[in-house]
Nanobody, 133 residues
Framework: EVQLQASGGGLVQAGGSLRLSCAAS????????IGWFRQAPGKEREGVSG????????HYVASVKGRFTISTDNAKNALYLQMNSLKPEDTAVYYC??????????????????????????WGQGTQVTVSS
């Protein structure tokens, strides 16, 4: 059974940093694309960043480029999101997600705004990030 457990959220002042972690189990990490999403109140879930666990390819939504860094520890089946220079607009519930790599299709799947419609995407519970101004 695929399980994802996100942690590391909290309350931070604008300009501060947080590091989110996602512990994964139930699947072979190298065979999946994994990523971070966020959902602010009243808004749709948004892709923040994704990574191909097999080759390390990464992508970021434009609003976080240069501030956030996604990484993995494949030996620990762990995903991280280092968030620096946080802004109040980064306030949201952050979710980690995993989907089979499918020869690169999974990595592209993480970028799809309709990702919630896919059956083969696994979600962890969210962790709240609140950035005060």
């Amino acid at each position: 059974e695929v399980q994802l457990q996100a942690s590391g959220g909290g309350l931070v002042q604008a300009g501060g940093s947080l590091r989110l972690s996602c512990a994964a189990s139930g699947f072979t990490f190298d065979d999946y694309a994994i990523g971070w999403f966020r959902q602010a109140p009243g808004k749709e879930r948004e892709g923040v960043s994704g990574i191909s666990a097999s080759d390390g390819s990464t992508h970021y939504v434009a609003s976080v480029k240069g501030r956030f860094t996604i990484s993995t520890d494949n030996a620990k089946n762990a995903l991280y999101l280092q968030m620096n220079s946080l802004k109040p607009e980064d306030t949201a519930v952050y979710y980690c997600a995993a989907t089979p790599s499918d020869y690169g299709l999974g990595y592209e799947r993480l970028k799809d705004p309709a990702i919630m419609e896919y059956e083969n995407v696994y979600w962890g519970q969210g962790t709240q990030v609140t950035v005060s101004s």
